[in-house]
């Protein structure tokens, strides 16, 4: 169970999670051995799970994203996933309903780079098809 230290020290970490000890620990008024003995057990308990790099507005605005639906042959679709897993652009793989299975987030440095990537998508052992959405404007995000 997380005391109020804990979570401050995890509010903290997600507003800048290259933080150093020191600061943390200035910060929270604890001594640097404590913040560090906490994020050990907060690491350990499987509370954090890892430190992240959060990208800037200004590289991502010059990115391509797009939403690709994927159909997958049912048997092969555990395999899919992870050759899926393995393409640095995929941001996020979710399971759905409907006609398609899955729903890949891709963002890629340009429409020939994205191009390159749908065909490697739709070459995949297991992928009968694919249709792609490119996101033209984002107009909220949360």
Same mark, same amino acid.
């Given at each position: 169970?997380?005391?109020?230290?804990?979570?401050?020290?995890?509010?903290?970490?997600?507003?800048?999670?290259?933080?150093?000890?020191?600061?943390?620990? =200035?910060?929270?008024?604890?001594? =640097?051995?404590?913040?560090?003995?906490?994020?050990? =057990?907060?690491?350990?308990? &499987?509370?954090?799970?890892?430190?992240?790099?959060?990208? &800037?507005?200004?590289?991502?605005?010059?990115?391509?994203?797009?939403?690709?639906?994927?159909?997958?042959?049912?048997?092969?679709?555990?395999?899919?996933?992870?050759?899926?897993?393995?393409?640095?652009?995929?941001?996020?793989?979710?399971? /759905?309903?409907?006609?398609?299975?899955?729903?890949?987030?891709?963002?890629?440095?340009?429409?020939?780079?994205?191009?390159?990537?749908?065909?490697? /998508? &739709?070459?995949?052992?297991?992928?009968?098809?694919?249709?792609?959405?490119? /996101?033209?404007?984002?107009?909220?995000? =949360?």
């Amino acid at each position: 169970m997380l005391n109020k230290e804990d979570e401050k020290l995890l509010a903290l970490l997600q507003r800048d999670a290259r933080a150093s000890i020191s600061d943390l620990a =200035r910060a929270l008024d604890l001594s =640097r051995t404590t913040v560090q003995n906490r994020l050990q =057990r907060l690491t350990e308990s &499987g509370v954090i799970k890892g430190f992240t790099v959060e990208l &800037g507005e200004s590289y991502l605005s010059n990115l391509v994203s797009a939403h690709v639906s994927i159909k997958v042959k049912q048997k092969l679709t555990a395999r899919t996933n992870i050759e899926l897993r393995q393409l640095p652009q995929i941001s996020a793989l979710y399971a /759905i309903s409907g006609e398609y299975d899955l729903i890949a987030i891709v963002q890629a440095q340009s429409t020939e780079q994205l191009s390159h990537l749908l065909d490697d /998508i &739709g070459n995949l052992d297991g992928v009968e098809r694919t249709n792609s959405s490119v /996101i033209l404007e984002t107009k909220f995000k =949360r």
